[in-house]
């Protein structure tokens, strides 16, 4: 899934008519100050993301799942959410984009409105500035934000393994998730977040052409991985191996090796933020 924040006025307007422009499954996400109900729409179900179910300002976007929610993390029908990453994980096994419409502590890329726009108020890659919604070229921002990071989520790769032609012949799914520790020992400074930057290009050709090797292993049906890039926080998620098998030791035997090899041979470089000192960890003295 591709998210974008868009903050600022007319923020709704420029998601309206993005999500229209767009080839794929669309989730809007909408904060309550950002829009009113429309008259007539009412919450369908307590999963708003499921079946296009539709909460607060429903179908006033052309999108298949529309959501509203406070400042506090509340739907404005039934049910809340603990954050937008966690938003975004329940979205992304099923769609195609995500807008976020007036949030900006959101780590994904933004297009940010209004007459004074200020790119460091917003944590993602800013892909436009503009005084207002009209001024957006759409066809360029369609294109910035397809060539944008996807949020890929360790369920999309396994439903991805799930869909393979082998599945029948499968009897194990392995996966490993790598995150961002907080700690090595009890006295150790805190880690804040760790910062990812990969070498374009040549990263996910190095990914693919280990995923490939493995998968001439006997036994090994379909192999993926994904290395999320930015500023990951202490407790967050940064690295996923998803390994389809005909049994468990194979299946088991190629994660390991997957993600052995992803982090001694792909080019993805991690600066370390503690509460007393940044550095790059290749680095350090």
Do not use: C, Q
Request: net charge negative; hydrophobic share 40%.
């Amino acid at each position: 899934m591709r998210p974008i924040s868009i903050v600022g006025d007319g923020a709704s307007a420029l998601a309206r008519r993005l999500a229209a422009g767009l080839d794929g499954r669309v989730a809007v996400v909408e904060r309550d100050e950002a829009s009113d109900p429309v008259p007539g729409d009412e919450p369908r179900g307590n999963d708003p993301a499921a079946d296009g179910g539709v909460v607060g300002p429903a179908r006033r976007h052309d999108a298949d799942t529309a959501i509203a929610f406070d400042a506090d993390g509340n739907w404005t029908g039934r049910g809340s959410v603990d954050g937008f990453d966690d938003l975004l994980d329940g979205l992304a096994p099923d769609h195609d984009y995500l807008i976020a419409v007036g949030a900006s502590r959101l780590r994904v890329p933004a297009i940010l409105l209004g007459p004074d726009p200020d790119p460091e108020s917003v944590p993602g890659t800013v892909l436009a500035t503009a005084g207002g919604p009209e001024e957006v070229a759409l066809d360029a921002l369609v294109a910035e934000l397809d060539g944008a990071e996807p949020w890929i989520t360790r369920e999309t790769l396994v439903r991805r393994v799930e869909a393979s032609t082998d599945a029948e012949r499968s009897g194990a799914i392995a996966t490993f998730t790598g995150r961002v520790r907080a700690r090595d020992a009890p006295d150790d400074d805190r880690t804040t977040h760790l910062a990812f930057e990969k070498y374009e290009g040549v990263a996910e050709e190095r990914m693919e052409a280990i995923a490939g090797e493995l998968e001439a292993r006997d036994g090994v049906f379909d192999v993926r991985m994904h290395h999320r890039t930015g500023v990951i926080e202490a407790g967050e998620d940064i690295v996923f191996v998803v390994v389809l098998a005909g049994h468990r030791r194979e299946a088991f035997r190629t994660v390991e090796d997957g993600i052995d090899r992803l982090k001694d041979e792909v080019p993805i470089f991690k600066k370390e933020a503690t509460e007393s000192e940044t550095f790059w960890v290749h680095r350090r003295d």
